[in-house]
C-alpha cells in the first residue's frame, strides 16, 4: 500500500494534483476512488467539484464516494475482523440520554439537574447536542484517556456511563485490526490539518493494491 504526501499554498494547485491522481495511469479501472473530506464542509465540495469540471473537463468528480473521516471508517467496519468500530454519534446521543435519566439520582449529576431545573426542552436539548459532539470528538482522537475528565464530575459519570455500554468501542484502538475481502481502493484526503495516529495507523492497513494521497494546505513559503 503506498502512501503520498502533497503541500502547497495553493487550494487550486492541491485539486489540480488531485486530478491528476485520480487519472494516474496505474490505477485499475474498477479500483473504488475515495475523497474523505472534512465533516459537513459542503463549500469545499461544491468548490472541488468545480475544479475538477474546470481542470479536467470531465464530469470525474460523480466518480468518487464521498466521505468524512468518520464516515469512511464507518464504511470500513463491514470488513473489519473485529466486530466494533466506531460508534455513531446518533448512539452517543441516546446513551447520554439514557445515562441523565438513570444517573438522576448520582450525587455528581446536581449541577446538571440545576442547569436543567424547569424543564426547558430546547435548553435540554442543547446541551445534549454539544455533550455528543463533545464525547464523539474525545472517543475518535483518544484524548485523554482512559477519561478526560475530573474524578468526581457530573461530566466523567456520564462519560463512564456510556463508555461502558457494550456497543461502544472507545477507545478507538479497534481501528488497528485488519479487514477481511476488503477492495482495492484510491483514497484522496484533503482539506484535514491533522489526523489522529490511530486513523493514520488504520490506512496503513489497507490492502497493498490500495494507494492513499494526503492533500496539505500549507501556508510556508517554501511552496510559494
Same mark, same amino acid.
Given at each position: ?5 502533497? @503541500? ?10 488531485? +486530478? ?29 467539484? /468545480?475544479? @475538477?469540471? #474546470? ?7 460523480? +466518480? ?6 468518520? /464516515? #469512511? @471508517? ?20 441516546? #446513551?447520554?440520554? /439514557? ?7 448520582? !450525587?455528581?449529576?446536581?449541577? %446538571? ?47 463512564? #456511563? ?19 475481502? %476488503? ?12 489526523? !489522529?495516529?490511530?486513523?493514520?495507523? +488504520?490506512?496503513?492497513? %489497507? ?15 517554501? @511552496?510559494?
Amino acid at each position: 500500500m503506498s502512501q503520498k504526501h502533497f @503541500f502547497s499554498n495553493d487550494f487550486s494547485r492541491l485539486a489540480a494534483q488531485m +486530478a491528476s491522481n485520480f487519472f494516474a495511469a496505474t490505477a485499475h479501472p474498477l479500483t473504488k476512488k475515495i475523497l474523505i473530506l472534512p465533516q459537513k464542509n459542503r463549500l469545499l465540495k461544491q468548490w472541488l467539484a /468545480e475544479s @475538477f469540471l #474546470f481542470t479536467t473537463a470531465k464530469s470525474v468528480f460523480t +466518480a468518487f464516494t464521498v466521505f468524512s473521516l468518520e /464516515e #469512511f @471508517f464507518a464504511y470500513l467496519q463491514q470488513f473489519s475482523t473485529k466486530t466494533l468500530l466506531l460508534p455513531s454519534i446518533d448512539l452517543i446521543y441516546f #446513551f447520554l440520554t /439514557e445515562g441523565i435519566e438513570v444517573l438522576k439520582e448520582d !450525587p455528581t449529576l446536581a449541577p %446538571l439537574r440545576s442547569y436543567l431545573q424547569g424543564g426547558d426542552e430546547t435548553k435540554e436539548h442543547q446541551l445534549k447536542k454539544t455533550l455528543t459532539t463533545l464525547f464523539f470528538d474525545y472517543g475518535t482522537y483518544e484524548l485523554q484517556q482512559p477519561s478526560p475528565f475530573l474524578q468526581g464530575s457530573w461530566q466523567k459519570s456520564l462519560w463512564d #456511563f456510556i463508555i461502558q455500554q457494550k456497543q461502544v468501542s472507545y477507545p478507538v484502538r479497534y481501528l488497528k485490526s485488519s479487514y477481511n475481502n %476488503l477492495p482495492s481502493m484510491q483514497v484522496h484526503i484533503f482539506g484535514y490539518n491533522y489526523l !489522529p495516529p490511530i486513523y493514520l495507523q +488504520a490506512v496503513t492497513n %489497507l490492502p497493498t493494491t490500495s494507494a492513499v494521497y494526503h492533500y496539505h494546505f500549507s501556508p510556508s513559503q517554501i @511552496f510559494w
